[in-house]
C-alpha cells in the first residue's frame, strides 16, 4: 500500500511545512495498522508536533517492495537530523535496526559523525521496550528516554533545539547529567564475567551511576487516541484509563515499571471521550483489568447515553458489574477474552493472580447470557513448577466452561464457541520472574546450551498433549503460540547489549535467528534459559525503578511456597520500595 493511500482516511494526520522548523522523525518499527493503533507511539507525535518549532513525520516499517519514506511528505530518513524511536515490542528490535539501515543512516551509534546532521542524526529511543531493558538496542541510540513521555520531551526538544552548535559527545553528557530520564549508553561500561553474566557497571562521574525512570503523577485528561484510520489494527477511539496495575501479577513487567499505579479520575476519562470523533462509534477502554467499579460504571453509563460500543483486550473475571455486562450486550462484541493466565488455581496462585475457578465458571456464564457467543481464554504454558497435574486441570477447566455456556447459547438459539489460547510464558525483567528459565525447567536442568534444546522440547510436548486433550471437542478452537517464536522474544528481552550486531544481522537478512547469535557467539541459553542468582548484577539494573531488587527476590520465593501478595496499595505499602516507604 502506498503511503498517500495509508492517509487517504486518516483522522487526526498532522502536516507542516519545514522552513524554519526542525525536523523530528518518529519511527516505529512495525507496519502502519499495527503503528496507528499504538497509543504511546500517537502520543509522542502529538506532542513533539504541538511545539510549532519543530515538525514531526512518521517512519513505519513498509511494505515489502516499498522504499522507506515518511508518511506525511515521502521524505527520506536521512533528511532529518533528529530520529526518535518508538519501541514496545522485542520481536520489533531487528526491524528497527533494518530501518535505520534502510534509511541511509549509520545504525550504529558509533560508526555516526561527531557533528550531527540530516544523514548523521541524533538517534533518541523511548517506549516500555526500552525502559523495561534498554540494553539490546544500547548500540543503535545516542540517547533513550527511561520511563514515560510526558515529564521529558519538552526540556529534551529545548536541549536539541541547538544541536548544530554543539558536538555529539558534549550535548550527550550535558543531556544524561541535566535531564532525568536521560540514559546515553556510550558513557556507561560494562565487564563480563567468563561465563557471560555481568561483572560491572562504570558510570564516569558527571553521570549518575543508575538513571531513574521518570513518570507522569497524575492527568487532568486521560490520554486518547489522535489518530484514527481503517487500516488500524485496532478500529477503535481509545481512551486510557489509567497506568500501571495494583494486582502485582508476578510474570507481568507492566505491573512493576509502572509502579505505583495510577487511575486517573472519572472525569479525566470522560473529558477525553468528549474529545473523540463524532464517526468514532467503538471506544476501547486500556486498564479497564484494573479500574474500580465506580468508575467503570460511570464510563459505561456514559457511553450507552452517547451511543457507543465498547471494546478491550481482556476483562478481569472477577470485575464485571451488571452496568458494564449490559453495555457489553449492547455493543454487538463478537467476543470477550478472560485471561486466567494460569493453567491451574495453583498455578493462578503462584503468578498471583488472584482468580479462583469459581470466578472464571461464573464470567462465562454471565457473559454468554448477555448474548456474547464466543469466549476467548487466555493461558500461559512453561511457568516453573508446571506440571502434567497443571495441565490436566486447564483440560478439566475447559470442560466445565463448555458444559456452562453450550446450554445457555442453545437456548438462545445461538452456538456458544470457546477459543482457548495458548502463549508460551517468557520471563521479563523486573518482575519477580527474571530469575527463572524459559520453558519452566528446574534451576539444576543442564547446561544453558542443553537448556536451550529441553526448553524448546518441553514446551512442545505441552502443547502436543493439550492438542491431543482437546481434539474431540465440538466447539472449542485452540490458538497456539510457536516456541521458537516466543525464544526469539525471550532472548531479547534480557539480553544485553552485545546482541545488537546480532540484531542488525537479523533485520538486514543477512542471517537467521539462529545463525546470528551463532556468528557473534552470543548463547540463547545462557540468555534466555538460565536461572539467575539472587545477588547476580542484571544488565538492566544500569537504570533504576526505585523497586528494590531484594523485593523481586522475595516475591519470586513467596511464588514458589505458593504464598500470594496482596494487591498495591500506595498509601500504606512499606516492601517494594517506588513510593519512599521501605527502606533500601
Known sequence: MVVSSLLANEIGTIRKKWKDRLPVALIYPNTYPVAVSNLGFQLVYSLLNRDEAVVCERFVYPDRGQDLRSLESSRPLADFPLVFGSISFEQDYPRLAAMLAAGNIPPMAADRAEEIRPGQPLVVLGGVGVFLNPEPLAQFADLMVIGEAEPVLAPLMAALADYGGVSRHRLLLSIGAEIPGCYAPAFYRFSWKDDGRVSSIEAPPELPARVARVITPAMERASHSTLLSPEAELGMYMVELGRGCSRGCRFCAAG??????????????????????????????????????????RIAAHLGESGCALSFSSLRADRISEQTLALL???NLKSVAIAADGASERLRTLINKGLREDDLLNAAERLVAAGIFHLKLYVMIGLPTETRDDLDELVRLVERLQARILPLGRAR?????????INCFVPKPWTPFQYCAFGGLAATASTAEAGLSQALLALKEKIRYLRTMFSKKANLGLKVDHPEQALQQAVFARADRRIGPALLDMGTGRRSFKQALKHHRLDGGQIAVRWRDRDELMCWQVIDHAIRIDYLWEEYQRALRGRPTNPCEPAVCSRCGVCGHATA
Open 413 to 421: 438459539g445461538r452456538v456458544s464457541v470457546l477459543t482457548l489460547s
Open 329 to 331: 450486550a449492547a455493543s
Open 256 to 297: 512493576f515499571i509502572y509502579r505505583p499505579p495510577r487511575l486517573w479520575s472519572s472525569e479525566a476519562v470522560l473529558q477525553a471521550l468528549a474529545d473523540r470523533p463524532s464517526s468514532a462509534g467503538r471506544i476501547g477502554l486500556l486498564g479497564m483489568e484494573m479500574a474500580d467499579s465506580a468508575t467503570v460504571d
